[in-house]
T-cell receptor, first 110, second 113 residues
Framework: GEDVEQSLFLSVREGDSSVINCTYTDSSSTYLYWYKQEPGAGLQLLTYIFSNMDMKQDQRLTVLLNKKDKHLSLRIADTQTGDSAIYFC??????????FGTGTSLTVIP | EPEVTQTPSHQVTQMGQEVILRCVPISNHLYFYWYRQILGQKVEFLVSFYNNEISEKSEIFDDQFSVERPDGSNFTLKIRSTKLEDSAMYFCASMGGSSYEQYFGPGTRLTVT
């Protein structure tokens, strides 16, 4: 089946940029997503990108997609303590099934 | 802002018992999903539901599981005879008909003892 991989942990200092990386396996994925999960909460949709795009920017968030390498990244500019959470990458091949990564736990150090 | 709700937030049950997890998707959405997340592991797809029937399901979604949309608002996941390994966080999600955005509920933590 589809496999979505992420590194488990990332620590950054407040004010720095964070880059969370993800690799996926299904080259037919039409949409790729980033979700944020705060402690005890559900998954909050942050942003998504269509597979025909290379980049999408939304305020402090920048998503980069390298289809050749099947690599997706999420850059958070000016990272704040409120950004501390687990970030999940997800791919959506054809159909309506979503495949999630293991999540990257982002810790922002004041 | 519309949101997906789930009840209960935490359910404790004994092995072998039946549980029903409840979800109220966003009202004009057409696609409904259940996922589970075992502690420390990835979010795993269980099942998707569209037009009053299952559209896709994973290998996890065996005969012990069933889903139902009993009325116009609720979407339920039933586990017939719970096992210890069913202990997990269960998330419901919904998506609009012409949307790419899937919205998640806060989850139900199921503990099987």
């Amino acid at each position: 089946g589809e496999d979505v991989e992420q590194s488990l942990f990332l620590s950054v200092r407040e004010g720095d940029s964070s880059v969370i990386n993800c690799t996926y396996t299904d080259s037919s994925s039409t949409y790729l997503y980033w979700y944020k999960q705060e402690p005890g909460a559900g998954l909050q949709l942050l942003t998504y990108i269509f597979s025909n795009m290379d980049m999408k920017q939304d305020q402090r968030l920048t998503v980069l997609l390298n289809k050749k390498d099947k690599h997706l990244s999420l850059r958070i500019a000016d990272t704040q303590t409120g950004d501390s959470a687990i970030y999940f990458c997800a791919e959506r091949p054809t159909g309506n099934q979503f495949y999630f990564g293991t999540g990257t736990s982002l810790t922002v150090i004041p | 802002e519309p949101e997906v709700t789930q009840t209960p937030s935490h359910q404790v049950t004994q092995m072998g018992q039946e549980v029903i997890l409840r979800c109220v998707p966003i009202s004009n959405h057409l696609y409904f999903y259940w996922y589970r997340q075992i502690l420390g592991q990835k979010v795993e797809f269980l099942v998707s539901f569209y037009n009053n029937e299952i559209s896709e399901k994973s290998e996890i979604f065996d005969d012990q599981f069933s889903v139902e949309r009993p009325d116009g608002s609720n979407f339920t996941l039933k586990i017939r005879s719970t096992k210890l390994e069913d202990s997990a966080m269960y998330f419901c999600a919904s998506m609009g008909g012409s949307s790419y955005e899937q919205y998640f509920g806060p989850g139900t933590r199921l503990t099987v003892t």
